[in-house]
Structures are given as C-alpha cells and as structure tokens.
Nanobody, 124 residues
Framework: QVQLVESGGGLVQAGDSLRLSCAAS????????MGWFRQAPGKDREFVAG????????DYADAVKGRFSISRDNAKNAVTLQLNSLKPEDTAIYYC?????????????????WGRGTQVTVSS
C-alpha cells in the first residue's frame, strides 16, 4: 500500500520560512517523480513544484519561483519543499504527490498518489 505522509505545516507570519516534508512508503520511491500541489480556501487546487526521479530536474509555478525550493532524498524516501519569503496568499493545504513516471509536469492527472495534506497559514 502506497502512503505519502506530509509534515511541517503551521502558522507563520509573512516573510517567514517553513519546511514541508513528505515521507513515502510502499513503493520504489527513487524511480518516480514527486511534487507538491496546494489548495487555498475557495480556490482550485494548483501545482506548486515538481521534481524528477533523479532530482536533477525541478519545475515551479510562477507564483513561487525564487521563493520555494523542492528537493528529494531517495535514500530516505523523502521529498522536501522549502518555503521562503512566505506571503498571506501562500495560505493553503499543501499536498505531496507521486507520479508513476520518472518525470511529470504540472497537471493533476499526471500524479497517481496523493497525501492527505498539511496546512500552511501565513498571517499578514
């Protein structure tokens, strides 16, 4: 059974940083692309960042480029999202996702497994 478990969310002030982690189990983690999506209250879920199986390729939504950074540790079956210079508009539930392909894009349909999410709240 594949499981993705997020951690690291919380309540912070604008300008602060957070580090989200996702632990994967139940599959050969190192061969699959990973990513993060988020959903703000009253809004559609949106792509945040993605990383290829090797970690050599990463992609970001325009809204977070230069502020967020995705990385992975295949030895630990973990992917991390570093959130810097947080803004109130970053407030959302953040979901860890996994694609059964080595490289994936920004579409929800490309990801096969989803975590339950972790709440990030940024106050102004």
């Amino acid at each position: 059974q594949v499981q993705l478990v997020e951690s690291g969310g919380g309540l912070v002030q604008a300008g602060d940083s957070l580090r989200l982690s996702c632990a994967a189990s139940g599959l050969t983690f190192s061969t699959y692309a990973m990513g993060w999506f988020r959903q703000a209250p009253g809004k559609d879920r949106e792509f945040v960042a993605g990383i290829s199986w090797s970690g050599k390729n990463a992609d970001y939504a325009d809204a977070v480029k230069g502020r967020f950074s995705i990385s992975r540790d295949n030895a630990k079956n973990a992917v991390t999202l570093q959130l810097n210079s947080l803004k109130p508009e970053d407030t959302a539930i953040y979901y860890c996702v996994l694609s059964k392909e080595p490289i994936a894009g920004a579409a929800e349909s490309e990801y096969d497994y989803w975590g339950r999410g972790t709440q990030v709240t940024v106050s102004s």
